[in-house]
């Protein structure tokens, strides 16, 4: 037997998303607004060269590129917020600009970790050659390090694929049909 779907039928998911992430949009421009102005004090005097290694390749583009990095993050926070608003308005294409934007979120999270775990080793490399510890110290540093880096791997892994869900969910018939 064929199942029907009521046209124009409210759900729970999508209305709960949407508000989610609207909450999301809103937190993420006012922290890309604090972060802006963060950079922008601290750009005269801020300095990336590190004494041992200093940043190379797309780390150091990124790094000397800062207020762009922060520019397009402002500019995502903002298309998370209308896209999340014109879906709990049930609009099709704020659904499908919805599904871009996870999308860009779910490059941009394995890109930033791979920018996490490099500025975290030019950090330890930093640390370690300008103050000598004694070799337990090391050990017990080292432990954090690894720990912090696999809690990222975690986190990272688990929030691509919460918000693959989401898109897979996004694109059922049954959500489809709620945009009808």
């Given at each position: ?20 992430f ?51 993050a ?44 490099e ?28 720990a ?33």
């Amino acid at each position: 037997m064929q199942q029907t779907y009521n046209v124009g039928s409210r759900s729970l998911f999508v209305s709960v998303t949407a508000w989610v992430f609207i909450l999301f949009g809103i937190a993420a421009i006012t922290l890309s607004v604090i972060q802006g102005a963060a950079t922008a004090s601290l750009l005269p005097g801020l300095s990336l060269h590190l004494a041992v290694k200093p940043l190379q390749g797309l780390v150091q583009v990124l790094a000397a590129h800062l207020p762009w990095v922060a520019g397009v993050a402002l500019a995502l926070s903002i298309g998370t917020l209308v896209a999340a608003i014109g879906l709990l308005l049930r609009l099709e294409w704020a659904r499908l600009a919805f599904i871009a934007v996870v999308a860009l979120a779910i490059v941009a999270n394995l890109a930033g970790l791979w920018l996490q775990q490099e500025l975290l080793q030019a950090l330890i490399d930093h640390t370690l050659s300008r103050a000598p510890l004694p070799l337990e110290a090391a050990g017990v540093f080292g432990g954090f390090a690894t720990a912090a880096r696999a809690a990222a791997v975690v986190l990272s892994v688990a929030t691509c694929l919460l918000l693959a869900w989401i898109i897979a969910r996004l694109s059922t018939q049954a959500v489809r049909q709620e945009f009808a």
